[in-house]
């Protein structure tokens, strides 16, 4: 049987024999589906530098995938080739190869003309745009890195939640190219390991789709997606020689959305009681962490608990009364024809020893202080009444957190910048050394006790000037009411735990 070259493949053959490096091979992720995959997919380049795509389904993948080792060379037989996907197609050939169990793989050592160990179909910058919504087809694009975004979460177009983070490449003409990458492609894409490198970085990335996001062609991954830092290939040189500067670090761009405090800080940052929270002044904290402790005691029910939300930018869509098309007030996104998301947006009733105030919570944060997705409660347990507040809220009714907070943009009817919620975490007090006897039951309790005063005073520049100056707190009066609300605290723990004692003895 002699060799047929990958060029002359046609779809619906068998009996054919091809010898191939393997230049690259993945093993897809199913969508919405945990540790579902799809096989393994490779991609066999031969002496001609003909490119095929070759895949195993997942039933055969344990016993098909350990023969197969990425960039060796092989002779195989035994195989089928089909009709090649309409969409999604990773190179451009007519066929694809299925592999199985009857397939076989002779392994060729000792190979005197290796054939090349990558194969790539790189597409120029300016020719993205011919291929912008094109998913026949998958994009090639090779890069300089200059700058990244960290890894984040993100709520996409069907309420699921995804890792994401954003690379920028340059050419050689120095155009600048946005790559999203999504799911465990963003996750696996670990930047200190750009930061560690001593030469330029330079980067392919394969498989890609080509959008058009705010006026800018844009590229995001695929399941088919891969990486390769400073691969071997000719196209590479050129960059080299461009980018030979050794000083060149790669830039941090800051998270699209704020970020969340992390935990370490949170233990540094100073926390406001309820009552400061109320006399910041917005203009002087839009660059300050704004940290306070409080109980949710009730829900502001007035404007509902969730919105449609714009699909790109989640801003509340309007509904145009001439037409009723859902519009949202972003107008490079204009009228929305696409399946808008259910998003959170909750009033709260935040209360602490102190005062109590009102903050809203929106989207994401609500999600992590619900532990419930908007998307889940309304489209797949019907709770779509935006006015009737479903249990999965109202169960947090009486919980003690710890909330990061910020100012929002849009001034309310009190000429007031709402509070909104940035951030949510579990409280844990720390108790007293008076207290140090208490059980287990007895720190429990102590934790959902009301919040005391704050035991930090915000800086003095933080607070709007009101007409009369404000009372002071001296420090012995604080410690009076601390020890007060102390003793009251534990004396309400020792009766409930005698009224414990008493049911369960009974």
């Known amino acids: 049987m002699s060799i047929v070259p990958i060029r002359d493949l046609e779809p619906f053959q068998s009996g054919k024999k091809i010898q191939i490096r393997v230049c690259r091979k993945w093993r897809p992720k199913i969508f919405r589906l945990v540790d579902q995959f799809m096989g393994l997919h490779c991609i066999f380049v031969d ?65 005197h003309s290796p054939i090349q160990r990558h194969r790539f179909y790189l597409q120029d910058f300016d020719s993205l745009s011919s291929r912008i919504d094109n998913d026949s087809i998958l994009t090639d694009v090779l890069g300089h ?93 050129q960059y080299k020689s461009m980018f030979n500067n050794p000083i060149d670090t790669i830039k941090m761009v800051p998270a699209s959305t704020t970020q969340q405090i992390a935990p370490q800080q949170l233990k540094t940052t100073k926390r406001l009681s309820v009552g400061e929270l109320n006399i910041l002044d917005p203009d002087k904290c839009k660059d300050v962490t704004i940290i306070s402790r409080a109980t949710i005691t009730r829900f502001d029910t007035h404007n509902g608990w969730w919105y449609k939300a714009c699909p790109s930018c989640y801003k509340q869509l309007k509904t145009n009364l001439q037409t009723d098309q859902l519009v949202c007030p972003n107008p490079k996104h204009g009228v929305i024809d696409q399946i808008p998301i259910p998003w959170f947006k909750v009033g709260l009733i935040l209360e602490d020893a102190s005062d109590q105030t009102n903050a809203i919570i929106i989207g994401r944060s609500a999600e992590q202080l619900f532990k419930i997705s908007c998307r889940e409660l309304v489209v797949e347990k019907g709770f779509a009444n935006q006015q009737e507040f479903p249990e999965a809220i109202l169960r947090v009714k009486g919980q003690c957190k710890v909330f990061q ?57 933080l ?20 020890d007060d609300m102390t003793r009251a605290i534990l004396s309400s723990i020792k009766k409930a735990r005698r009224k414990l004692e008493r049911s369960v003895f009974m």
């Open 405 to 461: 907070f910020r100012f929002g943009n849009m001034k309310s009817n009190f000429n007031r910048s709402d509070l909104l919620i940035q951030g949510v975490f579990d409280d844990k007090v720390e108790l007293l050394a008076s207290s140090s006897e208490l059980t287990e039951l007895d720190a429990k309790m102590l934790t959902l006790a009301p919040s005391p005063l704050s035991k930090q005073v915000s800086p003095l520049d």
């Open 145 to 237: 890195i200059t700058a990244m975004q960290p890894l984040e979460e993100k709520i996409i177009a069907d309420g699921r939640i995804e890792k994401k983070c954003e690379i920028y490449i340059e050419n050689l003409r120095k155009k600048a190219m946005r790559v999203t990458l999504w799911g465990d492609i963003a996750t696996s894409f670990n930047s200190n390991a750009f930061n560690e490198l001593t030469s330029a970085k330079f980067v392919v990335f394969t498989s890609l789709k080509v959008k058009k996001y705010e006026d800018n062609t844009v590229l995001s991954s695929t399941i088919s997606t891969m990486i390769f830092m400073n691969p071997d290939i000719l196209e590479l040189e």
């Open 47 to 111: 002496a001609m530098g003909d490119a095929i795509e070759a895949s195993v389904k997942e039933v055969d993948y344990d016993l098909v995938a350990p023969k197969i080792e990425d960039g060796c060379h092989y002779e195989i037989t035994y195989f089928y080739t089909v009709k090649s996907k309409s969409s999604f197609q990773v190179v451009p050939h007519p066929a694809q190869i299925y592999l199985n169990t009857r397939t076989v793989f002779k392994k060729l050592l000792n190979v």
């Open 463 to 482: 607070i709007a000037s009101p007409d009369t100056p404000p009372i002071k707190i001296t420090s012995i009066s604080k410690k009076r009411t601390r």
